[in-house]
T-cell receptor, first 114, second 114 residues
Framework: DTAVSQTPKYLVTQMGNDKSIKCEQNLGHDTMYWYKQDSKKFLKIMFSYNNKELIINETVPNRFSPKSPDKAHLNLHINSLELGDSAVYFC?????????????FGSGTRLTVV | AQSVSQHNHHVILSEAASLELGCNYSYGGTVNLFWYVQYPGQHLQLLLKYFSGDPLVKGIKGFEAEFIKSKFSFNLRKPSVQWSDTAEYFCAVNPGGGADGLTFGKGTHLIIQP
């Protein structure tokens, strides 16, 4: 059983399209996150949710909208995709807010905008 | 805001060599510290973590790290590396259980030559 699963694994799409990435965790964790890893491997937090409540909303274009229907799911919707959105997006979860126990990461979604 | 510096962006070693990867953080209060590893094409996995207590922390795969509070450092070490240790290594900080999530360093790309 995969602890944190993301779909799709790969996503190639044209500029201007709207796409979604889904994330589910079966660990019973309260907190979920989205991170973006750029071409230089730099990881930057985008959002975090705790029990479906938005906690962290970093400086991210409002074309990116997270949605958490329940605490086991955190999806990421991106409108009007741009070339600069190409990256690997990682979902993660932690037992509780504060990441004191570390994160469990999903396997990533490689988004390529052409 | 806290930041994490990893001084070595690329490190190349031969098998059986000893490894030390530097990590410094800027935050004056209590911190939780982590090292993550990302093998080629894979997601991030937790190597080890420090919350409190013994500043020398042992992790998986023979890795260890030492927290030196006076130097704001949390360097990763391994006495004898293997080819399979080739990966990207990330140091991360979470300020004392705060809700800010993990702040990652820019990563160190480690290549082990057989």
């Amino acid at each position: 059983d995969t602890a944190v699963s993301q779909t799709p694994k790969y996503l190639v799409t044209q500029m201007g399209n709207d796409k979604s990435i889904k994330c589910e965790q079966n660990l019973g964790h309260d907190t979920m996150y989205w991170y973006k890893q750029d071409s230089k491997k730099f990881l930057k937090i985008m959002f975090s949710y705790n029990n479906k409540e938005l906690i962290i909303n970093e400086t991210v274009p409002n074309r990116f909208s997270p949605k958490s229907p329940d605490k086991a799911h955190l999806n990421l919707h991106i409108n009007s995709l741009e070339l600069g959105d190409s990256a690997v997006y990682f979902c993660a979860s932690s037992q509780a807010l504060g990441a004191a126990y570390g994160y469990t990461f999903g396997s990533g979604t490689r988004l390529t905008v052409v | 805001a806290q930041s994490v510096s990893q001084h070595n962006h690329h490190v190349i070693l031969s098998e059986a060599a000893s490894l030390e990867l530097g990590c410094n953080y800027s935050y004056g209060g209590t911190v939780n510290l982590f090292w993550y590893v990302q093998y080629p094409g894979q997601h991030l996995q937790l190597l080890l973590k420090y919350f409190s207590g013994d500043p020398l922390v042992k992790g998986i795969k023979g890795f260890e790290a030492e927290f030196i509070k006076s130097k704001f450092s949390f360097n990763l070490r391994k006495p004898s590396v293997q080819w399979s240790d080739t990966a990207e290594y990330f140091c991360a900080v979470n300020p004392g259980g705060g809700a800010d999530g993990l702040t990652f360093g820019k990563g160190t790309h480690l290549i082990i030559q057989p």
